[in-house]
């Protein structure tokens, strides 16, 4: 392996992982890492280190990192910011590999002080050959081994799943963190950049272009230093591996915001919109939006095309999933003459019988839904289906029904559902779904827009650049 | 009372109703309407009526309208679409004021038949002075009474509060019933006009403009048969009662699909939009839009300008409220100078002290975020706040201490915030904020658009038109 990866592997995959500056008072962060280590079933080893402590959490804490008695490959550090350059020369000497730097106080504050840190910390990593995500930051997570080297124990109570998530702000990645959860969108990395000593989006997105258990990368930005070395690693990437970025700063206010947040350039959104295009970067426009497209490109076959079909148990959601397809450009487009005449064979003329079929009226069939699903999903001159089906309580099993059907058919093609239901009544069938690759959403328009951004993916990927 | 409101007034509030149709068999859809009656508490009597039973739910049926010996104020009708024009007929001779008519095969279907039939009951109806609600809906919902007059008994789940909910698809409806609940935003009416016999949008709009219980109207339209009636009737209202709605049909598919669906002339979007405009009605975009942005309404004062202040205590979700407001022309806006002062008193450098402020860097110092927030809530150019908090463990009691001073200042300017943690952790403070008139949102850029809508609303009062 070469030595990148190397320190890149000890950040998400240490064997042993040493806190400096671990405390068990909770006023403390350094007691929310422990916490963090500990709730979260860490496998390897943790060490505590805090001078003026002989035990914390029931575990043995040390001095100083010498003590310890075995190789660390990362260790946490909740210093103040001063005491930090010390440590990063202690850990080098120690043969620590990956340094996760929660401590603030560097690149993005006022004054001089804090950026001659920040320089000196790089460069004492650089020789040491440590790779350290922050200063500035609440950490990294890895739901897939799992690691919580972060400041939040509950990140923890996330799914594992294909999503890595690199940002730029610890609020967006909380504010992402607790939408997955609320959403049951499984995470396989998050990461909180900060301030970026020797890790930026650039060689973070490079480590995960090749790493196994991230299906999708999905960014947070406001302003980074060097664009063109991101739009570079990912470039090389090919696009085998979707990119997604929502970027702040689209508004004047904002954009300033990000260089006195993140202490780089943010400069005009149209330049950095021009170059994620370039490398083949996806954007999207919200938090929300980051996470639905994130979710439907890790479980979705990507569409040959794009000619959609709304299917939808009444009219109105099946229209609306429309309009947010037709605005984003994708056809709904005529079905073959097939299965035209099968539908109307089993739809009664109550029913809008063309795309978009509402099959509101033969409810009570659920073999003719069944059919319609069926014929429509085997259609070849339809790439990708809209789903919708609203709960009443005279169609409780229409949810089970088409499960059922759709568990055994898996075409290679993307269906996208909106099953709604009140709260608890079709969580089994919705997880099942997104267990076999059929994501659900909590409106159609979410489902739409979501479709939309894989047919951005397919654009790219037959006309790049 | 006029006539034509005591035949409104019988479908949201009446002493007796009757089921006709009623069945205790779970695959009639009249099982499904004794359920939302029963269980959901309506405190009037309830009359099942079905020839071939005697009882029912634990309650004697009756084999025919005119055994029931009392007055009875709404009816509603479950029978074969064939039976109808003679049950209306026998609901105008026993005084029935209004009728729920769920049954389909009107107007809606592809055939002349339905439309005949339609004629006919409106015909009846309108003769006898008899409201109704449908043909081919789902039926009305009050949960003030409590009123279930549907099919969806878990439609009584829903919060009470101030929004009434129009709509011209059944799917629809549930739809943003089911994201109510999810969301615990609190309705007055849900309305399903179906195919609209003699109670159209505009009845409707006017019916509830003078309805207490109503504080916003918020439509959901496909196409309507007579635009101008609801502009007017919308115009009457001279803006006093927001209404907002969310048409379908933008896109051409989705445009003719809803003249399928509805048997009315869809129509070009732009036309809509203008007659919207023209009549103080506002639009927006999905079905989670008119709920957010109902939900504002129903709880904020309206700004008295458009100056914005974005108070995060992460920089990131801040900034990415800050694209919204200056994409949706609200301004973020410099503090006054005394405000400007004290924020730098009270925040270290390490943060942005201009607006949008990053609060995060004094967490720890719980004095100083209140005196931010209260600072900024009384500088006298600033007409709106947008306050997003996102949860850590190290900052569990921010949002304890940000809800104790909202709740104890509540000044008469719009506070919209995000305040975000883990399912279960900020829910009583999320409940007692949105309790005192501050809505919550899952995201900021949720937050920041439903505020633009309530300042598009200030727009239109100081210039109509």
Redesign the interface.
């Known amino acids: 392996m070469e030595k990148k990866w190397e320190a890149m592997e000890a950040l998400f995959t240490p064997r042993a992982v040493a806190v400096i500056g671990a405390s068990d008072n909770p006023g403390k962060?350094g007691s929310?890492v422990m916490?963090s280590l500990t709730e979260g079933k860490y496998p390897g080893r943790i060490y505590p280190v805090n001078p003026g402590k002989s035990e914390m959490f029931g575990m043995k804490a040390y001095p100083s990192l010498f003590q310890i008695p075995e190789t660390v490959d990362l260790s946490v550090i909740v210093l103040p910011a001063e005491q930090v350059p010390k440590t990063v020369t202690e850990c080098g000497e120690k043969g620590v590999k990956g340094i996760v730097l929660i401590t603030?106080?560097f690149k993005?504050?006022?004054?001089q002080k804090g950026q001659a840190l920040q320089s000196e910390v790089t460069k004492l990593a650089d020789q040491f050959g440590i790779k350290i995500i922050g200063p500035n930051t609440?950490g990294v997570v890895n739901l897939h081994l799992p690691l919580n080297a972060s400041?939040?124990?509950?990140f923890s109570?996330v799914d594992k799943g294909g999503i890595s998530l690199v940002?730029?702000?610890?609020?967006?990645s909380?504010?992402i963190g607790?939408?997955s959860?609320?959403n049951k969108v499984g995470l396989s990395k998050i990461i909180g950049l900060g301030n970026r000593c020797n890790v930026d989006f650039a060689e973070m997105v490079e480590y995960l272009i090749q790493d196994s258990q991230t299906k999708v990368i999905a960014m947070?930005l406001?302003g980074i230093d060097q664009p063109k070395k991101l739009m570079e690693a990912a470039g090389r990437g090919k696009g085998e591996k979707p990119i997604l970025a929502y970027k702040?700063?689209?508004?004047?206010?904002?954009d300033q915001?990000?260089r006195?947040?993140t202490g780089s350039l943010a400069g005009k959104h149209e330049v950095y919109e021009g170059a994620f295009k370039q490398a083949g970067i996806l954007t999207v426009g919200?938090?929300?939006e980051l996470l639905d497209a994130a979710k439907a490109l890790t479980l979705c076959p990507l569409p040959g095309g794009n000619r959609v079909a709304v299917l939808?148990?009444?009219?109105?959601?099946?229209?609306?999933a429309?309009?947010?397809?037709?605005?984003e450009r994708l056809a709904?487009s005529p079905f073959s003459a097939e299965t035209q005449k099968r539908v109307e064979e089993l739809l009664p003329?109550?029913a809008?019988r063309t795309?978009?079929v509402?099959m509101?009226?033969a409810w009570y069939d659920s073999e003719a839904i069944k059919g319609i699903v069926k014929t429509v999903l085997e259609d070849r001159k339809i790439d990708a289906v809209v789903l919708?089906v609203?709960?009443?309580?005279?169609n409780r099993s229409a949810a089970r029904v088409l499960t059922d059907l759709l568990l055994e058919r898996r075409p290679n093609k993307p269906i996208l559902c909106?099953f709604?239901?009140?709260?608890g009544?079709w969580d089994d069938e919705v997880k099942q779904l997104e267990g076999s690759g059929i994501p659900n959403y909590?409106?159609?328009?979410?489902a739409a827009k979501a479709l939309s951004t894989l047919y951005r993916l397919t654009k790219r990927r037959v006309r790049p650049g």
Chains 1, 2 share one sequence.
């Open positions: 962060l929310h916490r603030a106080g993005e504050i006022e004054n609440f400041f939040t124990p509950e109570r940002s730029q702000s610890g609020g967006m909380h504010l607790f939408l959860l609320q947070y406001e702040v700063g689209r508004s004047p206010t904002s915001a990000s006195f947040h919200s938090s929300e939808s148990g009444q009219a109105g959601p099946g229209m609306a429309c309009d947010i397809c037709e605005m709904i003329p109550l809008i795309n978009p509402d509101g009226p919708c609203m709960f009443a309580s005279a909106c709604s239901s009140p709260p009544i909590p409106t159609p328009e979410r």
